[in-house]
């Protein structure tokens, strides 16, 4: 199987390739088109703010190549914010691939923004991404744009209300936590994708 | 519901993990990829890896073992020491840190927090706040603490520097009470409390811990979102799982179902 992690310049690459790595799977880093269409899986990482994260991907050339892929993609943080249509952050236009909006959490007392830390994931549809998935199972996440509850949800988190943890919309998923951080849930979680 | 994080930091130096009393005489306490294997088993939520002597001998951290960890680790990790820019943060987070924590070099030079906001997003930069009370009562904030000889005492309050620190993009803040570091006391409850004030980022409480009790009041008294501490997990004296059973017992969100899991 090939599986790759598009260059976006996200600096938890390494991070997401060692994941893999230590699920058996090497998966090759590139910008290149060609390469990124053959793959059977492709995941789009990314840590950093949404109008760079665009703004890279339409310097490579990528907005078309990534819109119309096939085959199963997963965006993990900023990359699964990068495939909804429009984010908050910097009134950035995204790639548009899942029907959502990404919006700034609110600060209120008790809950800091950025939303750091491990949370608890809860189900919120079936779908084969979340196989073996426990109810309350933990990850970890750092972010301060988050995805709100819609038909596109497969998880949701509380963090003063809720919102989406984990999104798909046809081949296209994504995880809001980082499954390379989240020990072995997140491992759970980065098999299912490469099952898909 | 976010849970509170238990945080083991690893000073290193030479390659390897140290400890000190406050701050002196450090004494090996094991292997850097070893520990970090251990503490990732025993459901630590987060290892923060501090060079404490980078930032002293002006060079930045050796990301050989940055890299080793990030391979092996599959727990967040911050790593500290001497990263004085974009370009040196850059390299640490791409040898796979989670985040960077800067302390002295923002001392030093305050727009670096600006830039390394800018560059990776605040979510990667923590700001670590060595703080000491001064005779006057004061708290005070303390530069190149990892070499004795070399720590200097600055003007600037403690507070105004988390302030000022957050308003450039601090996305997280370490707060280490150095007048109860090493010695096993508790935290500094009373400048933990003061500190979650004007702290509207997550703040992490360093300095002190010896008990159980420690943690838990750092928690539910100063209200932190986060507890580090070294020599109690280091020398062996408080397990994670343990602390984090007692935490439970006494109402704070831990996470726990991972340590059953790994077992």
């Not at chain 1, 090939?2 to 230590?22: C, E, F, H, K, P």
């Not at chain 1, 993990?76 to 495939?83: D, I, R």
């Not at chain 2, 923590?126 to 070499?147: C, F, K, L, N, P």
């Amino acid at each position: 199987m090939s599986v790759v992690l598009v260059d976006a310049g996200g600096t938890n690459i390494g991070s997401v390739r060692y994941a893999l790595q230590r699920l058996g799977v090497d998966a090759s880093l590139t910008a290149d088109a060609s390469q990124i269409r053959s793959a059977d899986k492709v995941i789009l990482p990314g840590v950093g703010a949404a109008s760079p994260g665009m703004a890279r991907l339409r310097e490579l050339q990528l907005v078309d190549v990534i819109r119309s892929l096939t085959q199963p993609v997963l965006g993990v943080c900023l990359g699964m914010q990068l495939l909804c249509t429009h984010s908050e952050e910097s009134d950035t236009d995204c790639l548009g691939v899942i029907p959502a909006d990404v919006s700034r959490f609110r600060e209120a007392p008790g809950f800091c923004v950025p939303h750091m830390g491990w949370n608890r994931l809860s189900s919120a549809a079936k779908h084969p991404l979340l196989k073996n998935l426990e109810e309350g199972d933990w990850a970890y996440f750092v972010h301060s744009y988050a995805v709100p509850i819609g038909n596109y949800t497969l998880a949701s988190t509380d963090y003063g209300s809720g919102f989406s943890s984990i999104i798909a919309s046809g081949n296209f998923h994504g995880m809001q936590f980082h499954p390379e951080r989240s020990a072995s849930v997140g491992a759970k979680l980065l098999k299912n994708f490469l099952e898909l | 519901m976010l849970s509170r994080r238990i945080i083991p930091c690893l000073d290193v130096r030479d390659g390897k993990v140290v400890k000190g009393v406050r701050f002196r005489d450090h004494v090996v306490m094991g292997e850097i990829v070893e520990l970090a294997l251990r503490y990732r088993d025993e459901g630590a939520d987060e290892l923060v890896f501090y060079d404490i002597t980078a930032s002293p001998e002006g060079r930045s951290v050796d990301r050989g073992w940055v890299e080793r960890v990030a391979r092996v680790i599959d727990i967040p990790f911050c790593v500290a020491g001497g990263i004085r820019s974009v370009e040196e943060a850059r390299a640490v987070l791409h040898a796979g840190a989670d985040k960077i924590s800067v302390n002295s070099p923002a001392l030093e030079r305050p727009e670096l927090i600006d830039e390394l906001a800018a560059a990776f997003g605040v979510q990667c930069v923590v700001v670590g706040i060595d703080s000491m009370r001064d005779a006057d009562g004061e708290w005070r904030v303390r530069q190149y603490t990892g070499d004795p000889s070399k720590t200097r005492s600055l003007s600037r309050g403690t507070l105004e520097w988390m302030i000022e620190a957050q308003r450039r993009g601090a996305g997280e803040i370490v707060l280490n009470c150095m007048d109860s570091d090493g010695v096993r006391k508790g935290y500094d409850l009373e400048q933990l409390t003061a500190a979650r004030e004007v702290c509207s980022v997550p703040l992490i409480a360093s300095g002190g811990a010896g008990a159980m009790e420690h943690f838990r009041d750092a928690f539910t008294q100063a209200g932190v979102d986060g507890a580090l501490a070294a020599s109690v997990f280091h020398s062996g004296a408080m397990a994670i799982p343990e602390l984090k059973g007692y935490l439970q017992q006494q109402g704070v969100v831990v996470r726990l179902q991972e340590m059953a899991a790994n077992e």
